[in-house]
């Protein structure tokens, strides 16, 4: 069930996400996944990425994953945690 994608898991507002599995990475540092993200995203409420933070420990560390500003890395990551939240706030 795991490799099933976004797509089939959220309504197609969602569907900027549906090339991406639900145990993708988003975050690398503490491994949380792009499930555990959007769980905490649409069943525990949370509103910001410090919101996720404290759900998920999600962009606590190096802060790469949170957006394109604060990724400091050679090869940019493909998804970040503002992507996420600004796709979901838009519906
Ligand atoms: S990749 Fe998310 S905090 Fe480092």
Do not use: W
């Not at 949380?32 to 759900?55: F, P, S, W």
């Amino acid at each position: 069930m795991m490799k099933l994608k976004v797509l089939f898991y959220h309504s197609k507002r969602e569907n900027i996400l549906a090339k991406f599995d639900l145990d993708y990475d988003v975050c690398k540092c503490h491994s949380v996944q792009l499930c555990e993200i959007l769980h905490a995203i649409n069943d525990r409420g949370a509103k910001t990425v410090e919101d996720i933070g404290v759900m998920t420990d999600a962009g606590t560390s190096c802060r790469c994953c949170v957006n394109k500003h604060l990724d400091n890395n050679v090869v940019k990551l493909p998804l970040y945690l503002d992507d996420i939240l600004n796709k979901l706030k838009k519906g």
